[in-house]
């Protein structure tokens, strides 16, 4: 029996060499770019909707479009009826036995780390490089780690990090619950700040991050997405900076956001979710000239007085602005927005709408749900 146990482990520290050959051959037929995106997917991707990380492997120049179809077509992965990224457990094993050998004794040597004890050796060693891409780290519930302020500064050249919870309620990540307030976010902590991140990132997934903004010197122009769900930010980037690359900001339950950003310097913005950030009473004007933004979700902005008084969005889809309480004007709809086929008003403070919601014509759902201030005549205008 203590045979077949050390046999186990040692697998699972070094992958079976014969397999390793045969499994190899279709990789090493891959050019570099092929490479690169089956590395990512099998340390990274796995599980994760095709569409929806689309705009992220474009932005890592993996051209997706035709290469997914490539590691198809070579039976390296397999996209399910929901668009889900699939991968046999040996592929896998395969790929991420490719990176381990990268550098085998010291895993900032390597390009992507995504398992818990090597992240926390690297960071809490500062023993990282250039060579490292990409970092996945999800802690277990009970763990809490500290860390120095220069724990990212030898990474120039990562693109890729995101730091959560192994546990973390799926509920709350898909927007339908808020997260209870006994559970502890702030898993990593950097008790004399942060001082550096790669201006290379394209995506930052940082659920519990503590501090009140993230590093003065960093100039994220490359970033696709900022998810940081529970977070400590009171702002997002001072300055006159473009970020025409940014096209999701997810700052869910951020309850100490207090001002949003100009959004002129945001103009590919498809996405804007601030559910649950209950210190944040207004939005810059400038989101109301977002012509690419397709989901507005406020619920929940408790002290939201007031929105653009003038909105143009024309790809917007999903409007949510359920349980602003204190919010008792919607905007004046103005030019094109046939697209919105959403919109919740559910528990605001609003007396009526506009007249120029008649120019809702793709409306298909109107949830004016206990909003006991409403005049309802005002709801047949509507309809």
Known sequence: MDEWKSALNNLKLEFDENIMVLLQISFDGLTNTQ???????????????????????????YHPDYNIGVLMNKSLITINENGAIGMHDLL?????????????????GRSRLWIYEDVIRVLKNNTGTEAIE????????????????????????LRLLKIGNEKFPQDFINGTMQLPKDLNMGKVQFLEGLSYLSNE???????????KCLPTNFQPNKLVELRMHCSGIKQLWKGNLIFDELNLIDLNDS?????????????NLKQLILQHCIRLSKIHASLGNLKWLTRLDVNGCKCLESLPPKINLESLEIFILSSCSRLKKFPKIVGNMSSLSELYLNEIAIKELPLSVEHLTGLTKLDLGDCKTFQVFQIFVVV
């Not at 790929?95 to 010291?106: C, D, H, N, V, W």
């Not at 990132?201 to 501090?211: C, D, K, Q, T």
């Not at 309850?255 to 103009?267: A, E, W, Y």
């Open 201 to 211: 990132l394209r995506v930052i997934e940082w659920h519990g991050y503590h501090l």
């Open 92 to 108: 896998q094993d395969m790929g991420q036995e490719i990176i381990r050998r990268e550098s085998p004794r010291e895993p900032g």
């Open 35 to 61: 490479k690169g995106l089956f590395l990512d997917m099998a340390c990274f991707f796995k599980g994760e909707t095709k569409d929806c990380i689309r705009d992220v492997l474009q932005s890592f120049g």
């Open 134 to 157: 990409g970092i996945m780290l999800k802690f277990p519930i009970q763990k809490m780690e500290h860390l120095r302020a220069e724990a990212f500064s030898k990474m120039k050249n």
């Open 255 to 267: 309850q100490n956001l207090i001002k949003t950003l100009d959004f002129s310097r945001v103009p």
